[in-house]
């Protein structure tokens, strides 16, 4: 799997928007980009994925750059509630792969 | 029903005791893992199921011993643990085939060896 890297760091204010950026230069081609999620003391959750289109969910938007060899996680509105670790994972696409996750960015999001 | 349940919460353990893991899902995924998690690190995959045979062993020493007794349960069976193995236990599950890598994570149970 794709090795990625990510600033250990990073702060926003509330109300303002959190874009958080990911390199992942050695991505193939049959492997997305994952963004996770981990609030202290509980369980990854699972943000957005994408091969090479932008997405959009709910939660946050990923932008991935043409050449896919970075991205970034775009929460529109950050709350406090966003405050956690962000993975940004490259992954095959099919249930039952590896996940590795790499060191992440801690998301501090300031009142 | 979109949750992962793992027990217990916590558990302590001496170094010759036998425990269990326990780790339930009714979302009928067929895919479970079982990761490991030490205190500001990120997870580390330590098993991968996949309908209901073992796919993926990230070399994990055999004091760790995982099963899967049906679809909708993955259990890890413990035994001669070392202290350096306390850490928080994840499990997880994902839908089957060609389905996305989403994956949805329990909780965890937070192990302490003496």
């Known amino acids: 799997d794709a090795k990625t890297t990510q600033p250990p760091s990073m702060d926003c204010a509330e109300g303002r928007a959190a874009n958080l950026p990911c390199n992942h230069s050695?991505?193939?081609?049959?492997?997305?980009v994952y963004w996770y999620r981990q609030i202290h003391s509980q369980g990854p959750q699972y943000i957005i994925h994408?091969?090479?289109n932008n997405e959009t969910n709910e939660m946050a938007s990923l932008i991935i750059t043409e050449d896919r060899k970075s991205s970034t996680l775009i929460l529109p509105h950050a709350t406090l509630r966003d405050t956690a670790v962000y993975y940004c994972?490259?992954?095959?696409?099919?249930?039952?792969?590896?996940?590795?996750f790499g060191e992440g960015t801690q998301l501090t999001v300031n009142p | 029903d979109t949750e992962v349940t793992q027990t217990p919460k916590h558990l302590v353990m001496g170094m010759t005791n036998k425990k269990s893991l326990k780790c339930e899902q009714h979302m009928g995924h067929r895919a479970m893992y079982w990761y490991k998690q030490k205190a500001k690190k990120p997870p580390e995959l330590m098993f991968v199921?996949?309908?209901?045979?073992?796919?993926i062993n990230e070399s994990v020493p055999s004091r760790f011993s995982p099963e899967c007794p049906n679809s909708s349960l993955l259990n890890l069976h413990l035994h001669a643990l070392q202290p350096e193995d306390s850490a928080l236990y994840l499990c997880?599950?994902?839908?089957?085939?060609?389905?996305?890598?989403?994956?949805?994570f329990g909780p965890g149970t937070r192990l302490t060896v003496l």
């Open positions: 994972i490259v992954s095959r696409q099919t249930s039952g792969s590896r996940l590795t």
């Open positions: 994408g091969l090479k």
């Open positions: 997880a599950s994902s839908h089957s085939g060609l389905a996305n890598n989403e994956q949805f």
């Open positions: 050695t991505i193939s081609g049959n492997e997305y």
């Open positions: 199921y996949s309908y209901e045979k073992l796919s």
